[in-house]
């Protein structure tokens, strides 16, 4: 028996071009078919097979009425009901457009409004505040307070009848002189802080707003 591995054959012809086969005598294992070389027929096989094609077909069959029933009716519908909304939908894409054209110029002035109110943030952050005018003005509140208090220390020793000549008088002042001497240097030392700390946190804020 020959075998072979490959045949190439002029399909207009019929010609064998190439062929690369062997000759075989040993034992040959067969696909089906009668110890005679002929086909055969499997009855069981075909029955299953058409058993299996026919449920299937009556699958489709009822599917296709399910669909021609139900969905079909439904499809329709949804179908009448987009062709109803298109009108709709068109009218309030128009509306829409005309709306943004409307709110154009508005939305340009107010960006430009925030970006001027960005710009100007940003400038007296950077600016800061002036260290050395706040620990002045902290100082010349001190020394107002305590002129007035000596002021009205003065007074009340002058309606007692108290000479504000004497010794007495001359020591509150001196102490009165050196509680406002350690009043002016806290406050000088707290105005010089606060400060520092308000830039600190005005360029902290201005750094975020900017990379908002």
């Known amino acids: 028996m020959k075998i072979y591995n490959r045949v190439v054959?002029?399909?207009?012809?019929?010609i064998v071009e190439q062929e690369d086969s062997y000759e075989h005598s040993g034992p040959v294992a067969l696909c089906k078919g009668s110890g005679g070389g002929g086909d055969s027929i499997d009855e069981e096989y075909n029955d299953r097979m058409a058993t299996i094609y026919e449920?299937?077909?009556?699958?489709?069959?009822?599917y296709f009425d399910f669909w021609k029933?139900?969905?079909?009716?439904?499809?329709?519908?949804?179908?009448?009901?987009?062709?109803?909304?298109?009108?709709?939908?068109?009218a309030l894409a128009k509306d829409q457009i005309i709306s943004s054209r409307e709110l154009?110029?508005?939305q340009t002035?107010?960006?430009?409004?925030?970006?001027?109110?960005?710009?100007n943030f940003m400038d007296e952050a950077q600016k800061g505040i002036d260290v050395n005018s706040?620990?002045?003005q902290a100082e010349a509140d001190v020394k107002q307070g305590y002129g007035?208090?000596?002021?009205?220390?003065q007074r009340n020793f002058s309606r007692s009848?108290?000479?504000?000549n004497s010794g007495h008088f001359a020591g509150m002042q001196k102490d009165l002189a050196l509680s406002q001497a350690q009043s002016v240097a806290g406050a000088r030392t707290k105005a010089r802080s606060t400060a520092k700390d308000e830039n600190f946190n005005r360029l902290k804020s201005a750094s975020s707003f900017g990379l908002g």
């Open 9 to 14: 054959i002029d399909m207009v012809s019929g």
């Open 55 to 62: 449920s299937q077909q009556d699958m489709a069959g009822e």
């Open 69 to 90: 029933t139900d969905y079909q009716p439904m499809e329709r519908e949804q179908i009448a009901a987009n062709r109803e909304l298109i009108p709709h939908q068109t």
């Open 104 to 106: 154009l110029p508005l």
């Open 109 to 119: 002035e107010t960006s430009k409004k925030q970006l001027n109110v960005r710009q």
């Open 134 to 136: 706040r620990v002045s």
């Open 148 to 153: 007035l208090a000596g002021m009205q220390a």
């Open 161 to 164: 009848g108290q000479n504000v």
